[in-house]
């Protein structure tokens, strides 16, 4: 096997971009080319138009952990009991949701104005569970996303089914207005395509340091050459590390993901040929699934704490956990059947919130999107241009008051930390997976 994302497989290829080679001078340098990346470059472009912007990616752009998520649009996150209508964590919730409702909204002005074609569905998607106790609290669920402007409906036994085609979900909050779904690695494949012919992009070149020149300006070298800068803006999420920012509070999450063939015409009816769907675990280590508009079902269902990427043979170890969590909901699936096995990286804090920040003259940068990158990450692209570039508005001084990730202790105590707390959670979530 080896270690292919699905929806970058399924995707057209952009033109290949050639990497740097020597010593260049910017007025923006982006690291990054992904989600969070391109919009900020965008947003550059649109508000300095005769600015030289630079964006460098250390692989091919818009095929790292960008195009590699599950392609959920994230406006309404389920609430946790302490963010219950009436609790004192409803208030937070209520202006996370407004930060997640204006990031939805980011994503559609997007794809309206680029006119991307990455099977948008604006159609909310399911919080669902095969045990029913791990759903609870249900009508102060409904009325709490009901108060932040959200659709929600309780649905259960033959109703779930009947929307899903697969018995294993006991019970389900599906959540709408401003909830969507789309394939990740077009809507970004859309993003790079669709930059101005005034930005220039450079692949396969990785940031290894930044220096300040003074002067107000900033060197970023790499194998091959140099950029100078007098602004860069660093948004890599989950390796921001490597730009020399270790004390974002922030840490990366390993997760693998499978892809099957399409369904069959008679597979597609015997569940009822049912509209495209995803679901999402109430469980932070249940699996996330989706249908697609082309039959096929995603799973996620491993998330880790790792410092070193999979190997070929723990990912076919993971592969064998994606089967066993496929055949629970449409048990005809085999082995075979799967078409896609990849890994992808997350940006989480300990807090649920980013890092969002000012780092010193010159440098800024964001990281944290906390599973939600493709809502967040093209708003956090979109602030952070605007607050390196002086703007100001309600909207970004209320991510930035958010914007506190939490502490973390050092290693090795947040490694030994961060490993029992997984295992703790994959226990609770042992029924969703």
Same mark, same amino acid.
């Given at each position: 096997?080896?270690?292919?994302?699905?929806?970058?497989?399924?995707?057209?290829?952009?033109?290949?971009?050639?990497?740097?080679?020597?010593?260049?001078?910017?007025?923006?340098?982006?690291?990054?080319?992904?989600?969070?990346?391109?919009?900020?470059?965008?947003?550059?472009?649109?508000?300095?138009?005769?600015?030289?912007?630079?964006?460098?990616?250390?692989?091919?752009?818009?095929?790292? !952990?960008?195009?590699?998520?599950?392609?959920?649009?994230?406006?309404?996150?389920?609430?946790?009991?302490?963010?219950?209508?009436?609790?004192?964590?409803?208030?937070?919730?209520?202006?996370?949701?407004?930060?997640?409702?204006?990031?939805?909204?980011?994503?559609?002005?997007?794809?309206?104005?680029?006119?991307?074609? =990455?099977?948008?569905?604006?159609?909310?998607?399911?919080?669902?569970?095969?045990?029913?106790?791990?759903?609870?609290?249900?009508?102060?669920?409904?009325?709490?996303? &009901?108060?932040?402007?959200?659709?929600?409906?309780?649905?259960?036994?033959?109703?779930?089914?009947?929307?899903?085609?697969? &018995?294993?979900?006991?019970?389900?909050?599906?959540?709408?207005?401003?909830?969507?779904?789309?394939?990740?690695?077009?809507?970004?494949?859309?993003?790079?395509?669709?930059?101005?012919?005034?930005?220039?992009?450079?692949?396969?070149?990785?940031?290894?340091?930044?220096?300040?020149?003074?002067?107000?300006?900033?060197?970023?070298?790499?194998?091959?050459?140099?950029?100078?800068?007098?602004?860069?803006?660093?948004?890599?999420?989950?390796?921001?590390?490597?730009?020399?920012?270790?004390?974002?509070?922030?840490?990366?999450?390993?997760?693998?993901?499978?892809?099957?063939?399409?369904?069959?015409?008679?597979?597609?009816? !015997?569940?009822?040929?049912?509209?495209?769907?995803?679901?999402?675990?109430?469980?932070?280590?249940?699996?996330?699934?989706?249908?697609?508009?082309?039959?096929?079902?995603?799973?996620?269902?491993?998330?880790?704490?790792?410092?070193?990427?999979? &190997?070929?043979?723990?990912?076919?170890?993971?592969?064998?956990?994606?089967?066993?969590?496929?055949?629970?909901?449409?048990?005809?699936?085999?082995?075979?059947?799967?078409?896609?096995?990849?890994?992808?990286?997350?940006?989480?804090?300990?807090?649920?919130?980013?890092?969002?920040?000012?780092?010193?003259?010159?440098?800024?940068?964001?990281?944290? =999107?906390?599973?939600?990158?493709?809502?967040?990450?093209?708003?956090?692209?979109?602030?952070?241009?605007?607050?390196?570039?002086?703007?100001?508005?309600?909207?970004?001084?209320?991510?930035?008051?958010?914007?506190?990730?939490?502490?973390?202790?050092?290693?090795?105590?947040?490694?030994?930390?961060?490993?029992?707390?997984?295992?703790?959670?994959?226990?609770?979530?042992?029924?969703?997976?």
């Amino acid at each position: 096997m080896k270690n292919q994302c699905g929806w970058i497989a399924l995707a057209d290829n952009s033109p290949v971009r050639a990497r740097l080679n020597g010593a260049e001078k910017a007025d923006w340098l982006v690291i990054g080319g992904g989600i969070t990346g391109l919009s900020a470059a965008h947003t550059l472009a649109h508000m300095h138009p005769q600015a030289r912007i630079v964006v460098v990616d250390r692989q091919s752009a818009a095929q790292g !952990a960008s195009a590699r998520n599950s392609g959920f649009v994230v406006a309404h996150e389920h609430p946790a009991d302490n963010e219950l209508l009436g609790h004192a964590g409803f208030a937070d919730y209520e202006t996370d949701t407004a930060i997640g409702q204006a990031a939805s909204n980011e994503v559609r002005e997007r794809i309206m104005r680029h006119d991307i074609d =990455c099977e948008f569905r604006d159609d909310g998607y399911f919080f669902a569970v095969n045990d029913p106790d791990k759903l609870s609290h249900v009508e102060a669920k409904l009325a709490t996303l &009901s108060a932040v402007g959200a659709q929600a409906q309780f649905l259960q036994g033959a109703a779930l089914q009947h929307k899903l085609g697969t &018995s294993h979900y006991q019970a389900a909050i599906w959540c709408g207005n401003g909830n969507a779904l789309l394939q990740p690695a077009k809507y970004v494949k859309g993003l790079l395509d669709a930059l101005p012919a005034s930005i220039t992009l450079y692949e396969h070149t990785a940031i290894s340091s930044l220096e300040h020149l003074g002067q107000g300006r900033v060197r970023a070298n790499c194998a091959g050459g140099s950029i100078e800068a007098g602004q860069v803006l660093v948004c890599l999420n989950a390796f921001i590390p490597r730009a020399g920012i270790e004390h974002s509070g922030t840490f990366a999450m390993e997760l693998s993901a499978s892809l099957t063939r399409p369904m069959t015409d008679a597979e597609f009816s !015997a569940i009822g040929n049912v509209e495209p769907w995803g679901v999402l675990s109430t469980r932070p280590l249940g699996a996330t699934v989706r249908l697609t508009p082309d039959r096929r079902v995603m799973i996620r269902n491993t998330a880790e704490y790792r410092a070193h990427d999979l &190997s070929l043979a723990d990912l076919q170890h993971r592969q064998r956990h994606h089967l066993r969590g496929l055949q629970r909901r449409f048990p005809w699936f085999s082995a075979d059947d799967i078409q896609f096995t990849w890994t992808g990286h997350l940006s989480a804090s300990r807090s649920g919130q980013p890092y969002f920040a000012k780092v010193e003259e010159g440098i800024f940068a964001v990281a944290g =999107c906390n599973g939600s990158g493709v809502a967040r990450g093209t708003l956090w692209g979109r602030l952070l241009a605007e607050f390196a570039s002086g703007a100001s508005s309600p909207l970004l001084s209320s991510v930035m008051a958010r914007a506190q990730p939490g502490w973390l202790p050092p290693k090795p105590l947040l490694d030994i930390g961060a490993m029992l707390r997984m295992r703790v959670e994959a226990l609770r979530a042992r029924t969703e997976i």
